[in-house]
Every structure is written in C-alpha cells, then in structure tokens.
Nanobody
Framework: VQLQASGGGLVQAGGSLRLSCAAS????????MGWFRQAPGKEREFVAA????????YYADSVKGRFKISRDNAKNTVYLQMNSLKPEDTAVYYC?????????????????WGQGTLVTVSS
C-alpha cells in the first residue's frame, strides 16, 4: 500500500494550497481517509477526515471554515483544500487511510500513512 502526498510548499499568510494524496495497493473506496499534521516539536494532530462514501466529513476546530477535504474514488485520491492559511498551519501534512469507521481524529486507528508533504506559511 502506498499513499503519496503532494502539493505542499511555501505560501504567504492568507494564501491557499491544495494537497493531494494518491493511493495505490488498496481498494480505495472501502477506506475512510484522513489528513493529519505535525509541526516541529509537536505531536501529530488531526486536521480532517472523510468517510469512505464521502458522505461525512470531520474537521479540527482550528481549520473549520478554512479547510475542505474531498475525495475522488475514481482517481483513488483524497484532497485537502486549504484557504486563509495562517503561520500556525505550518507543518508536515500526512494523509492516512483506515478501514474501520469511527475515531477519525485519533492517530492510532489508521492503517496506512503517507510520507508527508511540507506546508510552510510565512507571515
């Protein structure tokens, strides 16, 4: 199984980025997908998640109204649209896949993880 995250980069505060995570080696439509991030010296934290059908979405309070998760099951890809970026959004962003539903904001239940993509927001 591979989860390949991309789309990170350097952006000014207030700007936007769209992250992508392409999955292979698993039946993508059967997996719930999540995005997490980890800033230097901090623990990995939940950002957003989407159910396998795309019918349910979940967000951390810190990103609600600014970030949007979506998926394209035909392309085996999950996206994270990030708008109104703030310096505190700077982190390595990871995508993850979990087969079982529930506990979307916890790190442990996820079965597979991508390698991460760095997002840097300058003030």
């Amino acid at each position: 199984v591979q989860l390949q995250a991309s789309g990170g980069g350097l952006v000014q505060a207030g700007g936007s980025l769209r992250l992508s995570c392409a999955a292979s080696g698993l039946t993508f439509r059967l997996y719930n997908m999540g995005w997490f991030r980890q800033a230097p010296g901090k623990e990995r934290e939940f950002v957003a998640a989407m159910s396998r059908s795309g019918g349910s979405t979940y967000y951390a309070d810190s990103v609600k109204g600014r970030f949007k998760i979506s998926r394209d099951n035909a392309k085996n890809t999950v996206y994270l649209q990030m708008n109104s970026l703030k310096p505190e959004d700077t982190a390595v962003y990871y995508c993850a896949a979990k087969y079982l539903s529930g506990s979307y904001s916890s790190v442990t239940p996820y079965d597979y993880w991508g390698q991460g993509t760095l997002v840097t927001v300058s003030s």
